[in-house]
């Protein structure tokens, strides 16, 4: 079935610090939608994409949806503490289950010792 | 405007019980999807409801049901409890029936014990 797959599974920022990661699949999305998540918490929306090679930017956050449509990255710029927290990728599932969301397994920022 | 809500914001069962979760939706949204997060994973869609019916259902045994209601308000109930069904259960609300961005709530931490 439909996977997606984020890189790294963790990573360690420090205060200042730009933050990269992406989410990759075998297969088209049509939609990539990011979400951060706060331990103890559900996941808050961040950027939804919705075109190939759309790049979108929500405060120091910038999302971009790939051309091959089969990935997706974001971008944290100036990173501050609360920018802890995992982020997971999130696409419709490809002739799935109506409002089937595929999730990756994220990834999970935290502050550099 | 109303977020998404749930309750009871966590919940310690017995296995072989039965246990119902409540989520009311984001003010003006008619579709909710409800979702099950093991510790370190991403959510997995569990089914989706649209106008009062099921729209949609992941992988999940039919002792996971559930219902809306006309104030598009869910609940979902799980029967037969296992140990395994213990996790973060999570509701979204969004605007249609199809796959566009979804709104979570704070989760119901499930224990079986």
């Known amino acids: 079935g439909q996977q997606l797959n984020q890189s790294p599974q963790s990573m360690f920022i420090q205060e200042g610090e730009d933050v990269s990661m992406n989410c990759t699949s075998s297969?088209?999305?049509?939609?990539w939608l990011w979400y951060k998540q706060d331990p103890g918490e559900g996941p808050v929306l961040l950027i939804a994409l919705y075109k190939a090679g759309e790049l979108t930017s929500n405060g120091r956050l910038t999302a971009q949806f790939g051309i091959t449509r089969k990935d997706s990255f974001l971008n944290i710029s100036a990173s501050i503490p609360s920018d802890v927290g995992i982020y997971f990728c999130?696409?419709?599932?490809?002739?799935?289950?109506?409002?089937?969301?595929?999730f990756g397994k994220g990834t999970k920022l935290s502050v550099k010792p | 405007e109303t977020g998404v809500t749930q309750s009871p914001t966590h919940l310690i069962k017995t296995r072989g019980q039965q246990v119902t979760l409540r989520c009311s939706s984001q003010s003006g949204h008619n579709t909710v999807s409800w979702y099950q997060q093991a510790l370190g994973q991403g959510p997995q869609f569990i089914f989706q409801?649209?106008?009062?019916?099921?729209?949609g259902r992941g992988n999940f045994p039919p002792r996971f049901s559930g219902l809306q209601f006309p104030n598009y308000s869910s609940e979902l109930n799980v029967n037969a409890l296992e140990l395994d069904d213990s996790a973060l259960y999570l509701c979204?609300?969004?605007?249609?029936?199809?796959?566009?961005?979804?709104?979570f709530g704070q989760g119901t931490r499930l224990t079986v014990v």
């Open positions: 409801y649209y106008r009062e019916e099921e729209n």
């Open positions: 999130a696409g419709p599932a490809y002739g799935g289950s109506q409002g089937n969301l595929i």
């Open positions: 979204a609300s969004s605007l249609s029936g199809g796959n566009t961005e979804a709104f």
């Open positions: 297969s088209i999305f049509n939609t």
